[in-house]
């Protein structure tokens, strides 16, 4: 006869912050500026990249913005930011702020 298994129980895990920091996992960073950062706990980063035509060979440079969860809201808009890839948090948020490599300067711009 077949002896019946011993039931394991398991231990709930613990609820796991909205950005995790481990390294255990290879996440993609990107470094883009700050384009807005009129959203709660959200801004938009443009990352730019330059791609070589394959027949002509002109250099062209292509934009990406992707919106980013931003805690704090201390990101504002002209700062070089760093991003790093994470969970779904909304429809559009796939990304989180990493850092700020630069803030952006206090120059105001006037039309005129």
């Known amino acids: 006869m077949a002896e019946p298994k011993a039931k394991t129980t398991k231990t709930p895990k613990a609820a796991a912050p909205a950005v995790a920091t481990s390294t255990k996992l290879h ?24 791609v070589q ?30 991003i790093i890839e994470s969970r779904p948090l909304s429809r559009d948020k796939r990304w989180a702020l990493q850092k700020i490599l630069r803030k952006a300067s206090g ?6």
Do not use: Q
Request: with cysteine; charged share 35%.
């Open 107 to 112: 120059e105001v711009l006037v039309k005129g």
């Open 27 to 50: 996440r993609r960073t990107m470094t883009g500026m700050v384009v807005s950062d009129k959203m709660m706990k959200t801004c938009v980063v443009s990352i730019e990249r330059r």
């Open 53 to 82: 035509n394959g027949a002509y060979g002109k250099f062209i440079t292509k934009r990406n913005k992707f919106k980013v969860h931003d805690e704090k809201n201390t990101a504002k808009i002209g700062d070089l930011v760093t």
